[in-house]
């Protein structure tokens, strides 16, 4: 029971892994022993948390566009090109877009729809022989995606596209996890609530307190509690769960309208 939560010698893959969400996870990974390769689409952004998370671990830098397939694919051929399986994939690179609904741009929801769907499908399917080889009926290869509370609930900013794409990589979860469980895989997503991040950033200088009040805890999220959560998906401890979304709120979604 000791070794519940260690997660030490597995290999993992954080897109979006620079900065916000992904470098919480990234962190939290590879301080506690996970060869951990971030992507995204700077790579003076990517290197530079690379270098500045070696020094808890080992972490390194392979900047990709992902909203493009070649730039999935030549992620996923890079990593097959460096490692023989692949334990835990993280689909966190995303993106949002705001603007009127009557002047919300075709572009602007591709983008969205891109990046935050398309985009860790068809990277989980480049991967999918790399987290095969891996997994095991004991110790499942992982897949986590990051959705948003905002795909459990209705935002009322206008970013039109990105709560509906956070609702898809949700249902996209539950369907990777029914049909990879007899591959050793389990699928699970992440739905954060308000957390300092480079996505939030204007919206937590504006509005940080009344966020605050609005969340049951009454704070916003640290890197602990995103950390925590994906150690927890990727160890012993969540070996048996698949199919799930977890939001990581405060309790914003369990006690909605209720205060």
């Not at 480049?126 to 080889?133: G, H, I, R, T």
């Amino acid at each position: 029971m000791k070794d519940l939560f260690d997660v030490s010698g597995k290999v993992a893959v954080v897109t979006g892994g620079s900065r916000g969400i992904g470098e919480m996870i990234a962190e939290g990974y590879v301080a506690n022993g996970v060869k951990t390769y971030i992507s995204s689409r700077k790579a003076a952004a990517c290197d530079a948390t690379a270098e500045r998370l070696s020094s808890l671990g080992e972490c390194i830098s392979i900047p990709a566009d992902l909203s493009t397939l070649d730039g999935i694919q030549s992620l996923a051929d890079d990593i097959s090109s460096r490692e023989s399986r692949l334990d835990i994939l993280v689909n966190n690179a995303g993106a949002t877009w705001g603007a009127p609904i009557e002047d919300f741009p075709e572009a602007a929801w591709d983008k969205v729809m891109d990046i935050n769907v398309k985009g860790p499908f068809f990277l989980t399917q480049a991967l999918l022989p790399l987290l095969e080889a891996s997994g095991s009926h004991d110790d499942p290869a992982r897949i986590i995606n990051v959705g948003s509370v905002d795909g459990l609930n209705i935002n009322r900013m206008p970013t039109f596209a990105y709560g509906p794409s956070k609702a898809a990589i949700h249902h996209l979860t539950r369907t990777l996890a029914s049909h990879l469980a007899a591959r050793n895989i389990t699928a699970n997503a992440i739905a954060p609530g308000p957390f300092p991040s480079k996505m939030m950033e204007h919206t937590l200088k504006t509005m940080g307190e009344q966020i605050r009040q609005g969340v049951p805890l009454k704070r916003v999220g640290e890197p602990a509690d995103m950390a925590g959560t994906a150690i927890y998906l990727a160890s012993k401890a969540g070996a048996y769960l698949s199919g799930v979304v977890i939001p990581v709120d405060g309790g914003v979604i369990a006690c909605a309208g209720t205060f």
